[in-house]
Every structure is written in C-alpha cells, then in structure tokens.
C-alpha cells in the first residue's frame, strides 16, 4: 500500500482561496513546514501573533509567525490578514470598563 503525503503548499493555498477563512497571505518555510511540524510535536515550537485596528480607515489587520524554535535564523511560517468589522466587533474586552 502506498502512502501519500498532502501537500501543505496546497493546503495553504486552499485556505487563501476561501471566502470563510481570513488568511490573505502566507508564506512557507522552505522545509514546507517538516521542522515547524516536528517542532509541535516535540513541544518546542514557538508562535507570537498580533493585531491592530487603524481608526483612520476603519479596518484591521493582523500577523502571526510560528518558527521551530526561540533561535534566530531559523525559517519561519509567516501569515498576515485584513480584518473586517468595527473595533468592538475584533476586540474581546478582557476587564470591564
């Protein structure tokens, strides 16, 4: 029996298409990801993302980057989005006012 492997370039690609995902770019590491992978598994992978919303045009917009490991010069999966809706819509208030 043959195994096959899915392509993640493909499945990237695929979220970027879709009209219920909010991915407007990413970008893959050479290795397609085999470190980042290995590196979940293993518990050493390290992800940080962030956002922002621009009162000026009224739209959003966020970023996040996973990477293998906290060392610089390693690959990084990199994504970025616009993010629709008022400010209210995108923040969750953490304390009240």
């Not at 598994?41 to 940080?48: I, K, L």
């Not at 996040?64 to 010069?73: Q, R, T, V, Y």
């Amino acid at each position: 029996m043959e195994e096959s492997t899915p392509c993640i370039q493909a499945f990237f690609d695929g979220l970027l298409q879709s009209p219920r995902i909010l991915l407007d770019k990413c970008i893959l590491p050479s290795d397609g990801g085999e470190a980042i992978a290995q590196a979940i598994a293993s518990g050493t992978a390290a992800a940080v993302s962030d956002g922002s919303f621009d009162d000026k045009r009224q739209a959003g917009s966020s970023a996040f980057i996973i990477a293998p490991s906290k060392d610089k010069g390693v690959e990084l999966l990199e994504g970025a989005n616009f993010v629709t809706g008022s400010p209210d819509e995108q923040s969750i208030k953490m304390y009240p006012s």
